[in-house]
């Protein structure tokens, strides 16, 4: 196995965990923690994506400013920034989503008065 390969690897091992706890889990909360943990993998194999590492120097911002003679060497340091705005974009949505997800189970909590979802499951209210 590469060196290289151990970020992405890592990514994915965040998103098994992330669908692991929320398949397997019974208990809401951690069901949560699954749903946060598929997300932020989810935005870490897309940086991950996005990176690009160059044999020249330190990746840039896609920020052309020295004219047309600067081209080539943007084109081979520029990181590409549509993994970047999605990323921000799903980093919203996420949020959002969290907070939805905490305030159901809080509603799940205080109807039921456990978290566990078999026992909810048996209760009838």
């Known amino acids: 196995m590469r060196v290289e390969m151990l970020p992405y690897l890592l990514a994915v091992l965040v998103l098994v965990v992330g669908l692991y706890a929320i398949v397997a889990k019974r208990n809401v909360i951690k069901v949560v923690v699954g749903v946060l943990l598929l997300d932020y993998g989810a935005n870490l194999l897309l940086a991950l994506v996005g990176y690009r590492p160059s044999g020249r120097g330190a990746p840039m911002a896609p920020i052309l400013t020295g004219g047309e003679s ?6 081979a340091r520029a990181v590409d920034p549509l993994p970047q705005a999605l990323i921000l974009t799903s980093i919203v949505i996420g949020l959002s989503v969290a907070a939805l ?16 979802t078999d026992l909810m499951r048996n209760l009838r209210g």
């Open 70 to 75: 600067a081209a080539g060497d943007l084109a």
């Open 101 to 116: 997800v905490v305030a159901l189970a809080i509603r799940l909590y205080e109807k039921y008065g456990t978290f566990d």
